[in-house]
């Protein structure tokens, strides 16, 4: 369903209500450095839009497929050092947030602390992800993080993978967002947290006489979401037997137990639980050889033009249009096979192709929630430590958008159908009002812990309050005619959140 932009604006006023003529907005930006910052970011922060104007648009697109040239904020290397849990790898994890078997009868007390730990884990995941995201100079690596998570998703609500999502993203996500496909795929594949998601750790040859417990026989949903989902696409013509001879591949493929020394992957290959004979996998005969079989399929998935199609439309759809041109996507897919799917060098043809630049798409995309979320919080340069009392995490609950929750294995939507709707956008607005007008401590200062400490003749930390002609100015000075005489007509008090719940900052 589609919100008209003037109703839009209008609800916004019933919420807040005020009038109060003022001045116009200044001159916008130039689009294209509009464009380019809300596509290749998640959003602006103050001076970002005139950051660059200054340095020019195919600087900023150079630096931000080169990551590593780019300096981060000592406050936010710090905050993140702060997250000691991150620093776990998943034997690690498991040992620290998992109860002692029901063999060991584990006491209450027992029970309790491996809670407390397994929440622990998965806040600090929160945490770093909504960090980065907010304050991290690198927001190409950021976009691209949670771009190939929802690509290669895990759900934090299946048993272990509390404890696993945050290293997941952490080893098998980030390293290789802007890398070669193919080692973001192996590196997805052999990580417990994707092994125990979509069981294929419960993966066995099926003619083994000694399957017991949960491993009984051969489980083919890795297998099929590994080239439904991740790579070939439902259409791409492979059969059911295709499947089957990929989980055979796969067999074994598992995890690590505790007494396994010198193992902190958290991933096994079990030869007593793979099936060793020959294989036919769409068209390719594979011999039986262990461990090596799985390498080679993945090789194959990931240099299949299918998958190069499937990659392609899926980065088109993201930074261009819900609908991108066949034409785009065939080129983007040529570039994927004749750099063996180099990402970077994709998403660089990308960013240079004139539907990329074409008018029409800019400021097309509406923003998912987490999107919008992330962008509130960029823009109004808060300290993501301190927004209450509208929780980050609360927003995206009520929105069906929870980070490392998506239950079903092809993530979340980025499609205007999926999250354009009354009640959303109303959530929205209420989320926009209680940013504009809630009493924030400013990034950096006292915190609820050092506040409790404080002694009674200790001043409290000043009130935070956006300005409004400085947020329009950190979003480019671009609005429709609409929300400009909105703006313009209303009381000071309320033109924040006018700007945060304008039809402009819901898409990108």
């Given at each position: 369903?589609?919100?008209k932009?003037?109703?839009?604006?209008?609800?916004?006023?019933?919420?807040?209500?005020?009038?109060?003529?003022?001045?116009?907005?200044?001159?916008?930006?130039?689009?294209?450095?509009?464009h380019?910052?809300?596509?290749?970011s998640?959003?602006?922060?103050?001076?970002?839009?005139q950051?660059?104007?200054?340095?020019?648009?195919?600087?900023?697109?150079?630096?931000?497929?080169?990551?590593?040239?780019?300096?981060?904020?000592?406050?936010l290397?710090?905050?993140?050092?702060?997250?000691?849990?991150?620093?776990?790898?998943?034997?690690?994890?498991?040992?620290?947030?998992?109860?002692?078997?029901?063999?060991?009868?584990?006491?209450?007390?027992?029970?309790k602390?491996?809670?407390?730990?397994?929440?622990?884990?998965?806040?600090?995941?929160?945490?770093?992800?909504?960090?980065r995201?907010?304050s991290?100079?690198?927001?190409?690596?950021?976009?691209?993080?949670d771009?190939?998570?929802?690509?290669?998703?895990?759900?934090?609500?299946?048993?272990?993978?509390?404890?696993?999502?945050?290293?997941?993203e952490?080893?098998a996500?980030?390293?290789?967002v802007?890398?070669?496909?193919?080692?973001?795929?192996?590196a997805?594949?052999?990580?417990?947290?994707?092994?125990?998601?979509?069981d294929?750790?419960?993966?066995?040859?099926?003619?083994?006489?000694?399957?017991?417990?949960?491993?009984?026989?051969?489980n083919?949903?890795?297998?099929?979401?590994?080239m439904?989902?991740?790579?070939?696409?439902?259409d791409?013509?492979?059969?059911?037997?295709d499947v089957?001879?990929?989980?055979?591949?796969?067999s074994?493929?598992?995890?690590?137990?505790?007494?396994?020394?010198?193992?902190?992957?958290?991933?096994?290959?079990?030869?007593?639980?793979?099936?060793?004979?020959?294989?036919?996998?769409?068209?390719?005969?594979?011999?039986?050889?262990?461990?090596a079989?799985?390498?080679?399929?993945?090789d194959?998935?990931?240099?299949s033009?299918?998958?190069?199609?499937?990659?392609?439309?899926?980065?088109a759809?993201?930074?261009?249009?819900?609908?991108?041109?066949?034409?785009?996507?065939?080129?983007?897919?040529?570039?994927?096979?004749?750099?063996?799917?180099?990402?970077?060098?994709?998403?660089?043809?990308?960013?240079?192709?004139?539907e990329?630049?074409?008018?029409k798409?800019?400021?097309?995309?509406?923003?998912?929630?987490?999107?919008?979320a992330?962008?509130?919080?960029?823009?109004?340069?808060?300290?993501?430590k301190?927004?209450r009392?509208?929780?980050?995490?609360?927003?995206?609950?009520?929105?069906?958008?929870?980070?490392?929750?998506?239950?079903?294995?092809?993530?979340?939507?980025?499609?205007?159908?999926?999250?354009?709707?009354?009640?959303?956008?109303?959530?929205?607005?209420?989320?926009?009002?209680?940013?504009?007008?809630?009493?924030?401590?400013?990034s950096?200062?006292?915190?609820?812990?050092?506040?409790?400490?404080?002694?009674?003749?200790q001043?409290?930390?000043?009130?935070?309050?956006?300005?409004?002609r400085?947020?329009?100015?950190?979003?480019g000075?671009?609005?429709?005619?609409?929300?400009?005489?909105?703006i313009?007509?209303?009381?000071?008090?309320?033109?924040?959140a006018?700007?945060?719940?304008?039809?402009?900052?819901?898409?990108?």
């Amino acid at each position: 369903m589609t919100v008209k932009p003037k109703y839009w604006v209008l609800s916004l006023f019933v919420l807040l209500g005020g009038i109060d003529p003022s001045n116009a907005a200044p001159t916008p930006v130039d689009p294209k450095v509009i464009h380019i910052v809300n596509r290749l970011s998640f959003g602006p922060r103050p001076g970002d839009m005139q950051k660059v104007e200054s340095m020019g648009v195919e600087r900023y697109i150079q630096e931000q497929l080169s990551p590593n040239s780019i300096s981060e904020p000592p406050s936010l290397t710090s905050q993140i050092y702060q997250l000691e849990t991150l620093r776990l790898n998943p034997v690690e994890l498991l040992a620290y947030g998992k109860a002692p078997s029901p063999e060991q009868k584990p006491s209450a007390e027992q029970i309790k602390v491996a809670d407390r730990h397994a929440r622990q884990v998965l806040n600090e995941a929160i945490q770093a992800r909504l960090l980065r995201a907010t304050s991290s100079s690198r927001q190409l690596q950021q976009v691209m993080t949670d771009f190939w998570f929802n690509h290669f998703n895990v759900d934090a609500g299946k048993g272990h993978n509390g404890l696993w999502v945050g290293a997941y993203e952490q080893k098998a996500i980030r390293p290789y967002v802007l890398g070669r496909f193919r080692d973001l795929l192996g590196a997805t594949a052999q990580h417990p947290a994707m092994l125990y998601y979509l069981d294929n750790f419960r993966n066995s040859a099926a003619s083994r006489p000694d399957a017991r417990g949960k491993i009984q026989g051969l489980n083919e949903n890795y297998a099929r979401e590994l080239m439904e989902l991740h790579t070939l696409s439902v259409d791409a013509g492979y059969t059911q037997q295709d499947v089957i001879a990929l989980a055979r591949i796969l067999s074994g493929w598992g995890l690590s137990r505790p007494e396994q020394a010198n193992n902190d992957s958290g991933f096994y290959f079990n030869p007593k639980h793979h099936d060793f004979s020959d294989k036919v996998f769409l068209g390719h005969t594979i011999k039986g050889s262990g461990e090596a079989e799985g390498e080679q399929a993945l090789d194959i998935l990931a240099r299949s033009p299918a998958t190069a199609r499937h990659i392609s439309y899926k980065l088109a759809e993201y930074f261009v249009s819900d609908h991108p041109p066949s034409a785009l996507v065939n080129h983007l897919a040529q570039r994927y096979l004749a750099t063996d799917g180099n990402i970077r060098e994709v998403l660089n043809t990308l960013f240079h192709s004139r539907e990329f630049w074409d008018t029409k798409n800019f400021n097309a995309k509406f923003k998912t929630p987490y999107q919008y979320a992330i962008s509130v919080v960029r823009a109004t340069d808060i300290n993501v430590k301190h927004v209450r009392p509208i929780s980050i995490t609360d927003f995206l609950n009520q929105l069906a958008m929870p980070i490392y929750r998506c239950q079903t294995p092809n993530g979340y939507k980025n499609t205007e159908d999926a999250w354009l709707n009354p009640d959303a956008i109303t959530r929205r607005l209420n989320f926009a009002v209680a940013i504009a007008t809630a009493n924030l401590p400013p990034s950096g200062s006292t915190t609820k812990v050092d506040a409790e400490k404080r002694t009674p003749t200790q001043q409290r930390p000043p009130i935070v309050t956006v300005d409004a002609r400085q947020l329009s100015s950190t979003l480019g000075n671009s609005f429709s005619v609409t929300t400009q005489n909105a703006i313009a007509s209303s009381s000071p008090q309320i033109r924040t959140a006018l700007i945060l719940g304008s039809p402009e900052f819901m898409r990108r």
